[in-house]
């Protein structure tokens, strides 16, 4: 008797247990870590100062080629410009077309979305990148909320989203997270990696913080953006702008 439970006892360990560990379909939870890759992500002004650098995959501008992907030359200079003159205030559209295009640059020269290291670096939070911290949920006009959590694919999918419903506020908000992405180094270096981290924090931070005291003002908007991109070229120090009385 003694003999028939042992051997039930060891055949319950060596074989049915090691079954119910690999079924986590039968309650138990595996937790697999998330992924933390990330690429480099290059300036508006890099590519516009090395045309030889443009990968020959298509990216979407908003409101270029009837909202669908162009890999037209002059069509995406003209994005990474802003406007055709190069210095004119940007439209909330501009701004936002002027990041987005250098950040799907970015993934395509890094092998496009379908790459392992491309689509490893939209799924990861956006803490992974380098660049935000424990900021406050922003939950733009649509209802969705960027948090640390959110991944960089939900920055590219709003972006897309803001365009095509001509959100012109949360274009605001997007471009600002994309303008502290990549930065403005005109040498080719990777955003996250040219500037402290405490000012790349703080810049953005100010951006939210002046963000809030416009009330809505759509140039008001505008100006702290473009305040942002000040602080980013000026680290370190930081030199962040005052906050709009």
């Known amino acids: 008797m003694r003999k028939k439970v042992l051997l039930t006892f060891c055949f319950a360990i060596c074989f049915i247990l090691p079954i119910c560990w690999a079924l986590p379909a039968y309650g138990r939870i595996v937790q697999t870590p998330p992924k933390c890759d990330t690429i480099c992500f290059r300036s508006p002004l890099f590519f516009l100062l090395n ?3 443009l990968p020959s995959g298509a ?18 200079r003209l994005a990474l410009l802003g406007n055709a003159f190069g210095f ?7 701004l936002l077309n002027q990041q987005f295009v250098a950040a799907q640059l970015s993934i395509e020269l890094a092998g496009g979305g379908g790459s392992p290291v491309a689509f490893n670096a939209l799924w990861a939070n956006l803490g992974c990148h380098g ?23 939900d920055i590219f999918m709003q972006a897309k989203l803001a365009i095509l419903e001509n959100r012109a506020k949360d274009m605001i908000v997007v471009a600002a997270f994309l303008i502290s992405l990549h930065g403005n180094s005109l040498s080719g270096s990777c955003g996250f990696l040219a500037s402290e981290p405490k000012c790349r924090q703080g810049c953005l931070e100010n951006f939210f913080v002046e963000f809030d005291a416009c009330g809505g003002d759509i140039k008001c908007n505008f100006a702290a953006a473009q305040r942002l991109t000040r602080c980013r070229l000026r680290t370190p120090p930081c030199l962040i702008s005052p906050v709009i009385p």
């Open 59 to 76: 990216v979407f501008i908003g409101g270029v080629n009837f909202n669908t992907p162009t890999s037209n030359p002059q069509a995406i």
């Open 88 to 94: 004119d205030a940007l439209t909330p559209l501009q």
């Open 51 to 53: 045309p030889g650098l």
């Open 131 to 153: 660049l935000f911290g424990n900021f406050s949920p922003v939950t733009l006009s649509n209802g969705f909320t960027i948090t640390p959590n959110s991944v960089l694919k």
